[in-house]
Each structure stands twice: as structure tokens, then as C-alpha cells.
């Protein structure tokens, strides 16, 4: 029974010690502070770690966090300077800078902030119409943190930042937005299509106009190109035309032609002359070799064929080719002008005797030329 009783107070002290151990030593965790109260009055403030307090004594009533806290607050209605209803969400980023003010000098910090940010967006949006509470957030936020931090410093909190989380306008209001938003689309819309095809037309007709002008200047150069061409072939061709003249009147002047040789080139083209199918009959008169020679004096003199010669004459590059002369003085010179009389008599009397079958007359001799 002894035994027993001292195994019981054994048991006893050691359960009182370990109760000892606990009330005496207090771990506090990183980031935290223990409010120590000693008789319902506030004694110390614990920091993060090992503590030892009087057991019994001592009480840690509060354990305060000095994180950060983030704290978001329901939807709550606001009334704009335009008499519309709108939800406005919030976001508080707070710290606890001071325990023993969060602990004593209110009841009930995180219900004061929300209570505070509530009347101060009250406020705020109020001086506001819908167009700028919904455009004007950072003006709301700037706001907001001025006066919370004004009003939450004497509680030990440091307001770090509010954000607006969402503004919803009303229903009829939102569906009206929308229909001027899509409005206002559809007119941009039209107006960018406008544009383009504006656009477009001044782009197709500035094409049209540089085609235009591409192909205007060059049917011009075109022109000017094949009127630069018929140019110059028509002087080329005068200027063959006029050596070839220049070419056989030097040629005449050379040969130094007489009335003679005139005369056979007449009776010489007087064959074609006959070649129609209407030149049946040809009358030729017993004058012919008179007319002849008035016909070779007459050219002789108005083609400017000279009589003598007038000296040195301009001559053209013949090459290789030297005109021939005709006959020479004296008696040589007589039989060659016979000889050609001759055959314009035969030539007269064969014409003749071709217009007339009967019996032909034959016509008067020409006159013997003098003897040189």
C-alpha cells in the first residue's frame, strides 16, 4: 500500500513538472508575436522563438500575424454622380506593424478595414458618372489607399495597396454598352471599308493614269521614231534621186550629144508609142526629119546642153566608168551622120508603108550636109 501511494505521487510530480515546463516555455513562430498578459494586463510582447514566461502567471493571450494578409471583400453596391447602380469588388493588401495597438486599440481590425474601404469608394465613386468609374480605376485605387492608410495607422496597420477587383454596371446598362460598343465597331468597320475601297479606286486610277501616260508616251516616241524614219528615207531617196539626175545630166554633158543621136532616141521610143491597142493608124508627115531637127536644136538649147565648151564642169564619181565619145572631125564624122540619116529614112519609110499597104511614096531626100 506504501509503495503504491509513492508510485501515485511520483506519477503526480511528474505530470505537475511537465505542466510547469509547458506554462513556463512559449515557442513562437517566425513572423508572429505573442501578446503576454499577467493578470489580465498586458505584460510584453514575445518574439519569434524560445521564450520563457512565469507560469501561472503569465498568459500569451494573442498570437498577432505580421505577414502581409491579403483580404478580399464581397461586391458591394455604389450609386454614381449619374444615379446608377454599380458592384464594385475590392482588394486590401495590409501588415501588421504594430501588435500591441492591433491587439488593444480595436476589436476587430480586418471588419474595420472593410468598413472603411466601403464608405470611402462611397465617397469617391459618388463624385463620379459611370464613364469615369469605369475608366478611373487608378484614380479610385490612389484614393482608397490615401485615406485607409491615414485612418488604419493609430490601429498598428500599414494599408500596402487596394485594388479594384470588378465594377459591374447594371443589366439594362451592360446590354446597352454592349449594343454601343457593337455600334461602334460596325461604324469603325464601315468606315475602314470606306477607306480601303477609297483606296483602292485612288490606286486603280492612278494606275489607269500612268498607263495612259506610259502608252500616250509611247505612241508618241513612236510616232516620232516613224516620222523620223520616213524622214530620212525620203531624203535619202532625193538624194539618190537627184544623184541619179546629177549623175546622167553629167552624163549628157559628157557624151556631148548632137541633133542626130536626139533624133534616133526619137525614132527609138516611137515603137512603144505604137504599142496601144488603140493606135491602129499612125500618120507620120514627110516633115518629120525638119521637125526632128527643130526638135533636137529646141532641146538642145533649152536643156542647156552647151554648144562648145564652157571649161571645167562639176563632175560625179563615176568609179571605174568613162562616157564614150561619139565620132570625130572630117570625113569620119560624115559617114556617121549619113549612116544615121539613112536609117530614119528607112524607119519613116517603113511607118509609112505600115499606115498606107498601096504603093508608098517615097519622100524627099534631106539635103546633104556640107562638107567640113
Known sequence: MGALIVLILLVLLFLFVITLLVKTVRIVPQARAGIVERFGKYKQ?????????????????????????????????????????????????????????????????????????????????????????????????HGLRGVLDEATGKWGIRVNRVE??????????????????????DKRALILSAEGQRQSSILTAEGNKQSAILNAEGDRESQILRAQADRESAILRAQG??????????????????????????????????????????????????????????????????????GPRTRVDLGSYEPAKLGGSGALADEEVSKANEAVQAAIAEAASAAHPGPATTPPAPPEPPAS
Open 241 to 310: 534621186e537627184g544623184q541619179a539626175i546629177q549623175m546622167v545630166f553629167q552624163a549628157i554633158h559628157d557624151g556631148q550629144p548632137d541633133q542626130a543621136l536626139l533624133a534616133y532616141q526619137y525614132l527609138q521610143m516611137m515603137p512603144k508609142i505604137a504599142e496601144g491597142d488603140a493606135n491602129k493608124v499612125w500618120v507620120i508627115p514627110s516633115e518629120i526629119t525638119k521637125a526632128l531637127e527643130g526638135l533636137g536644136s529646141s532641146i538642145h538649147e533649152i536643156a542647156g546642153i552647151p554648144k562648145e565648151s564652157e
Open 45 to 141: 510582447t514575445l518574439p519569434a522563438g524560445l521564450n520563457i514566461v512565469v507560469p501561472f502567471v503569465d498568459k500569451v493571450r494573442y498570437l498577432i500575424d505580421l505577414r502581409e494578409q491579403v483580404v478580399s471583400f464581397p461586391p458591394q453596391p455604389v450609386i454614381t454622380e449619374d444615379n446608377l447602380v454599380v458592384s464594385i469588388d475590392t482588394v486590401i493588401y495590409f501588415q501588421v506593424t504594430d501588435p500591441i495597438a492591433a491587439t488593444y486599440e480595436i476589436a476587430n481590425y480586418i471588419q474595420a478595414v472593410e468598413q472603411l474601404t466601403m464608405t470611402t469608394l462611397r465617397n469617391i465613386v459618388g463624385g463620379m458618372d459611370l464613364e469615369q468609374t469605369l475608366t478611373s480605376r487608378e484614380e479610385i485605387n
Open 164 to 185: 479594384i477587383k470588378g465594377i459591374d454596371p447594371p443589366p439594362s446598362i451592360k446590354d446597352a454598352m454592349e449594343k454601343q460598343m457593337r455600334a461602334d465597331r
